[in-house]
T-cell receptor, first 114, second 111 residues
Framework: EPEVTQTPSHQVTQMGQEVILRCVPISNHLYFYWYRQILGQKVEFLVSFYNNEISEKSEIFDDQFSVERPDGSNFTLKIRSTKLEDSAMYFC????????????FGNGTRLTVT | DAKTTQPTSMDCAEGRAANLPCNHSTISGNEYVYWYRQIHSQGPQYIIHGLKNNETNEMASLIITEDRKSSTLILPHATLRDTAVYYCIVPNNQAGTALIFGKGTTLSVSS
């Protein structure tokens, strides 16, 4: 069964550094999402992406964050200048173009900012 | 998004059916009910979704009341590996809309 893959599984970075988290959504999906989960807290929506542009974003997704689909397969989340509070699990998800189809999530990247 | 209410936690004996309730009294129109679960810190896993008819797949059954104000997720024979946080989500009906996760129900399956 096709799945969403995320790399790396764990990334450690120093405060102030830029980090790029990578995702390969399921191949025929059209909607792409990033979520994060701070340790012990609930899964929080960051941003959704459709037709090469952001379709929806939360208040968490500020100017420090950006997303890109640089080619036909990858979907990336960039954090420009990481802060300690960016430490979290980051999940990518995708869904087909059929309305009401479910999202499928990857297993996440654990980001640790030191 | 319609607000959902779930119990904070539930216990179930291994091999028994686990029935997880969800209230969504403000559900409207063509809004679907989705169920996901999260095992430890893995990515949320899709279980099942439905509109108004009962649904069944290889993982679970979803029973939606006739007025659609509540639903129950049924794991027919719970195993230890079903221990997880279960989320009931009712997003608005806009195409591609994101799912917003609440706190869910922590299901503990014990032997």
């Amino acid at each position: 069964e096709p799945e969403v893959t995320q790399t790396p599984s764990h990334q450690v970075t120093q405060m102030g550094q830029e980090v790029i988290l990578r995702c390969v959504p399921i191949s025929n999906h059209l909607y792409f999402y990033w979520y994060r989960q701070i340790l012990g807290q609930k899964v929080e929506f960051l941003v959704s992406f459709y037709n090469n542009e952001i379709s929806e974003k939360s208040e968490i997704f500020d100017d420090q964050f950006s997303v890109e689909r640089p080619d036909g397969s990858n979907f990336t989340l960039k954090i420009r200048s990481t802060k300690l509070e960016d430490s979290a699990m980051y999940f990518c998800a995708s869904r087909p173009g059929v309305q009401n189809s479910p999202l499928h999530f990857g297993n996440g990247t654990r980001l640790t900012v030191t | 998004d319609a607000k959902t209410t779930q119990p904070t936690s539930m216990d179930c004996a291994e091999g028994r059916a686990a029935n997880l309730p969800c209230n969504h009294s403000t559900i409207s129109g063509n809004e679907y009910v989705y169920w996901y679960r999260q095992i430890h810190s893995q990515g949320p896993q899709y279980i099942i979704h439905g509109l108004k008819n009962n649904e069944t797949n290889e993982m679970a059954s979803l029973i939606i009341t006739e007025d659609r104000k509540s639903s129950t997720l049924i794991l027919p024979h719970a195993t230890l590996r079903d221990t997880a946080v279960y989320y009931c989500i009712v997003p608005n009906n806009q195409a591609g809309t994101a799912l917003i996760f609440g706190k869910g129900t922590t299901l503990s399956v014990s032997s």
